[in-house]
């Protein structure tokens, strides 16, 4: 059973920046694929990036595109969202989550393992 811990959300301003941090615990973590979510109220749950465990290969949302980068520390048990220019639509809570599968999913359904999420807030 693998445990993840969000950390690093708060308020920031437009054009801002935060990273936010999941750290993984119970499993070996270094054999998952990671991915980061955000669902804002009233909304369906986002996908916002994933990285693979073996190749490090990315995916990003449409929405994150050439502002947000993730990345993965695996003997710290720990990937990062790095958010740049970031804009109050991006006000969401964020989780990240841990898929045991050798594909870079996209949609919430085939992940394994979530965090409780972490509140990001942009004001305008």
């Known amino acids: 059973q693998v445990q993840l811990v969000e950390s690093g959300g708060g308020l920031v301003q437009a054009g801002g920046s935060l990273r936010l941090s999941c750290t993984a615990s119970g499993g070996t973590f270094s054999i998952y694929n990671m991915g980061w979510f955000r669902q804002a109220p009233g909304k369906e749950r986002e996908f916002i990036a994933a990285?693979?465990?073996?190749?490090?290969?990315?995916s990003y949302g449409d929405s994150v595109k050439g502002r947000f980068t993730i990345s993965r520390d695996n003997a710290k048990n720990t990937v990062y969202l790095q958010m740049n220019s970031l804009k109050p639509e991006d006000t969401a809570v964020y989780f990240c989550a841990a898929d045991r599968s050798n594909l870079l999913r996209t949609t919430p359904g085939p992940y394994d393992y979530w965090g409780q999420g972490t509140q990001v807030t942009v004001s305008s």
């Open positions: 990285i693979s465990w073996i190749t490090t290969t990315t």
